[in-house]
T-cell receptor, first 113, second 110 residues
């Protein structure tokens, strides 16, 4: 069965650079969620989209933005990168909102030097 | 706000030992509860879930019961295997987003 695809899997950036993370949800899933997991930490909710509209926002810095496109894939744009942005970024998708299971991708490991 | 508290690790067990990882939660309303597992270098996989009080979620020999009276969702397995070594996260879903506990590292030795 198709799973959530994230690219790239690994990314190394310098401070103050920008990064774009991509997420391709499971086919026919219309909801995408982004989570950030710092080293040894639990995943923290960043932002979510339902039917291409932002549906909720968590602890996402103003330097980050995201959107969901017409084909339901999503991109997380991160600017003015800081050392503290180094983390594993997970995307999850679900069919609709509510109590539907969120399926997680393998994550993108971002390292900021 | 919502929060999840799970027992701190690491937990080290011998193969075939009994496992319990405690999880309690604070939430408004009636959230769904989940256990996710993260194997080294991999993403999060849903292990089991329960959507209402007294529901029991089970998968691969693991089980957890949604206890509203004690706001708990403890994970148990009767006989762990080396392949169960991973980080386990308890989570609740409310308002369409997940709130995770800090994770518990389980190491099972042969």
């Amino acid at each position: 069965a198709a799973g959530v695809i994230q690219s790239p899997r690994h990314l190394i950036k310098e401070k103050r650079e920008t990064a774009t993370l991509k997420c391709y949800p499971i086919p026919r899933h219309d909801t995408v969620y982004w989570y950030q997991q710092g080293p040894g930490q639990d995943p923290q909710f960043l932002i979510s989209f339902y039917e291409k509209m932002q549906s909720d926002k968590g602890s996402i810095p103003d330097r980050f933005s995201a959107q969901q496109f017409s084909d339901y894939h999503s991109e997380l744009n991160m600017s003015s990168l800081e050392l503290g942005d180094s983390a594993l970024y997970f995307c999850a998708s679900s069919s609709g909102q509510g109590r539907n299971e969120q399926f997680f991708g393998p994550g993108t490991r971002l390292t900021v030097l | 706000g919502n929060s999840v508290t799970q027992m701190e690790g690491p937990v080290t067990l011998s193969e075939e030992a009994f496992l319990t990882i405690n999880c309690t939660y604070t939430a408004t309303g009636y959230p769904s509860l989940f256990w996710y597992v993260q194997y080294p270098g991999e993403g999060l996989q849903l292990l089991l879930k329960a959507t209402k009080a007294d529901d029991k979620g089970s998968n691969k020999g693991f089980e957890a019961t949604y206890r509203k009276e004690t706001t708990s969702f403890h994970l148990e397995k009767g006989s762990v295997q080396v392949s169960d070594s991973a980080v386990y996260f308890c989570a609740l879903e409310s308002n369409y987003k997940l709130t995770f506990g800090k994770g518990t590292l389980l190491t099972v030795n042969p």
